[in-house]
């Protein structure tokens, strides 16, 4: 499985941005999806996840601002960040688990001024 993932940036206090990631592979409807985040100095840490039924888990800190979403005609899925934060800068990854075995994207910046 290959994950791409694009649409980070630089973006104000309170602004938006959408994340999307594409994978490679027939059986994408299958897949967990999930987007993690790393900011410098810090751990990996789960931003959002979907699964192949559309449930959907978030973080505290994102709860009510960040938005997953998956499209399985497209093998994409999407993180819709609202209402963004200084804290919420970090390289941002896509990651699939198909079969307990987890892939991961490339990370894309996302870069959230004061």
């Known amino acids: 499985v290959q994950l791409q993932a694009c649409g980070g940036g630089l973006v104000q206090a309170g602004g938006s941005l959408r994340l999307s990631c594409a994978a490679s592979?027939?059986?994408?409807?299958?897949?967990?999806m999930a987007w993690y985040r790393q900011a410098p100095g810090k751990q990996r840490e789960l931003v959002a996840g979907v699964s192949r039924y559309g449930v959907t888990v978030y973080a505290d800190s994102v709860k009510g601002r960040f938005t997953i979403s998956r499209d399985n005609a497209k093998k994409t899925v999407y993180l819709q960040m609202n209402s963004l934060k200084p804290e919420d800068t970090a390289v941002y990854y896509c990651n699939a688990v198909d079969y307990g075995k987890p892939y991961w994207g490339q990370g894309t910046q996302v870069t959230v001024s004061s």
């Open positions: 592979g027939s059986t994408f409807s299958r897949y967990y």
